[in-house]
């Protein structure tokens, strides 16, 4: 490992030498969220979406919450990539670029932890 | 920043669909990324009590608010299509022109059944309950 800062990451030119891990994991994401999302799409098209007791039952039962639970975790990770990728081909570098990137990554930060917190406290109230 | 010399952009191509259909992969997932700040809003009221969430459903499900979703269910069934598609690109499968423009026919029409489908699903829940 060198100390030296190459000239090209000083300018904010040339690589940051992770895109590979960046794309690998959007695929990765991709082909887990494929069956979840036709899991997810269909489970809750047949709910009776206004009972509440109902709903809360279905989303604690047996694999619910861990599903829905890694189903909310990969899109937000997902969506963190695909928007991260959107803003830096559209938007200049020097502008509202790096706002929207932070604002992208904590807001999907945010929507994981809420998704995995709600889907928990939902499962765990019976079992309290 | 604009001295220095620039690839040719989008600008200098003839237009072909299947353009079209690289640019909508695009907005359908910003699409669902909005449809997924609705589904942890959903969740996060369902763990909050009946109560939450019957405030909440006033929202979700009424009218204006199913046609947000019947949108949000058509740019799933296109991102997943033609998500499919970019995962053949990425195994090497279905570069050819010929075969890249058929199977952006395939991915449209795939979508539309499979979205009609779903929406249908959503209103006639909408009706059977109200």
Same mark, same amino acid.
């Given at each position: 490992?060198?100390?030296?800062? +190459?000239?090209?990451?000083?300018?904010?030119h @040339?690589?940051a030498?992770?895109?590979?891990?960046?794309?690998w994991?959007?695929?990765? *994401?991709?082909?887990?969220?494929? +069956?979840?999302?036709?899991?997810?799409?269909?489970?809750?098209?047949?709910?009776?979406?206004?009972?509440?007791a109902?709903?809360?039952?279905?989303?604690?039962?047996?694999?619910?919450?861990?599903?829905l639970?890694? *189903?909310?975790?990969?899109?937000?990770?997902?969506g963190?990539?695909?928007?991260?990728?959107?803003?830096?081909?559209? %938007? +200049?570098?020097? @502008?509202?670029?790096?706002?929207? %990137?932070?604002?992208? *990554?904590?807001?999907?930060?945010?929507?994981?932890?809420?998704?995995?917190?709600?889907?928990?406290?939902?499962?765990?109230?019976?079992?309290? | 920043?604009?001295?220095?010399?620039? $690839?040719?952009?989008?600008?200098?191509?003839?237009? #072909?669909?299947?353009?079209?259909?690289?640019?909508?992969?695009?907005?359908?997932?910003? #699409?669902?990324?909005? #449809?997924?700040?609705?589904?942890?809003?959903?969740?996060m009221?369902?763990?909050?009590?009946?109560?939450?969430?019957? =405030?909440?459903?006033?929202?979700?499900?009424?009218?204006?608010?199913?046609?947000?979703?019947?949108?949000?269910?058509?740019?799933?069934?296109?991102?997943?299509?033609?998500?499919?598609?970019?995962l053949?690109?990425?195994?090497?499968?279905?570069?050819?022109?010929?075969?890249?423009?058929? $199977?952006?026919?395939?991915v449209?029409?795939?979508?539309?059944?499979?979205?009609v =489908?779903?929406?249908?699903a959503?209103?006639?829940?909408?009706v059977?309950?109200?």
């Open positions: 490992m060198s100390l030296r800062a +190459p000239l090209r990451q000083v300018l904010s @040339g690589s030498r992770d895109g590979v891990s960046h794309w994991v959007q695929r990765v *994401t991709a082909v887990a969220l494929a +069956p979840l999302s036709v899991w997810l799409v269909l489970a809750m098209l047949g709910l009776p979406a206004a009972d509440h109902a709903v809360s039952a279905w989303i604690a039962s047996g694999l619910h919450p861990v599903l639970a890694l *189903t909310v975790a990969l899109a937000a990770w997902h963190w990539l695909g928007l991260s990728i959107v803003i830096e081909d559209y %938007l +200049p570098q020097n @502008g509202p670029r790096i706002v929207l %990137l932070l604002l992208s *990554t904590f807001l999907n930060a945010l929507l994981a932890a809420s998704g995995i917190y709600a889907v928990l406290r939902i499962a765990l109230r019976g079992a309290s | 920043m604009a001295e220095r010399p620039l $690839s040719p952009h989008v600008t200098v191509y003839k237009w #072909a669909y299947t353009m079209t259909l690289s640019i909508l992969h695009r907005i359908s997932g910003i #699409a669902l990324f909005a #449809a997924l700040v609705v589904m942890v809003i959903w969740l009221a369902a763990a909050g009590g009946a109560h939450t969430y019957a =405030a909440a459903m006033d929202v979700l499900a009424s009218l204006p608010f199913k046609c947000l979703i019947a949108i949000a269910l058509l740019a799933l069934c296109y991102h997943f299509c033609n998500g499919l598609r970019h053949a690109w990425d195994l090497g499968f279905g570069f050819e022109r010929m075969q890249a423009r058929r $199977s952006a026919v395939l449209v029409v795939v979508t539309l059944l499979a979205a =489908a779903l929406i249908y959503l209103f006639r829940v909408a059977g309950r109200a």
